[in-house]
């Protein structure tokens, strides 16, 4: 079987870890507002400005929590076209990858060393938007020629049977692809 590199359900994990963090930081700075109302009978007070501070926090935290709303996991069955691959291939679940100014959004990335599949299971609304994210990423390390595109269950099965055959050559390659994606994911 593939090498998984991230958990099937990791969006899901990120939504609920962001969530509870966003209504924690949320209930400390409304908790810390409200004692220092109670306690100075006036908003012009320290804990005034300690409630201000968790702000940011909750500001911080709420950001990524709507990144990742938009975006689910793929389904359980997705992860069954990958069962046949060799283990020399590494599989990224759940890629949301930034440039620093827009996002992309792929079911999986299959890493090989020669080329670098980013995989949706359904033909996204824009896929040439997701395609410049990649593209601008992988562009500036030199490497815009790894990258290959494919949607669509019945192209990816193709994909997937051609690749069967395929060997790894250079695994160094393979984790420079790696840590390029680490970089930009989110």
Known sequence: MV???RHPEYLKEQKKKYGLYTFITFLIMIANYTFGLWLT???KNIFTIIAVFFILGVAQVGVRLIIYIPYKDPNAKWFDEFKDLPNYYAL???AL???GQ???FF???LIGDSKVYCLCQDTPK???KAEDVMTYIFQRKGLENSLYFAYGNQNIKELISNLKEKKIVDPSQQEEFIQILSQHSL
Do not use: C, E, G, R
């Open 3 to 5: 090498n998984i590199k």
């Open 41 to 43: 009978k006036t908003p």
């Open 92 to 94: 990224w679940n759940s």
């Open 97 to 99: 990858i930034t440039n």
């Open 102 to 104: 827009k996002n992309a």
């Open 107 to 109: 079911d999986s990335i």
């Open 126 to 128: 824009n896929p040439k």
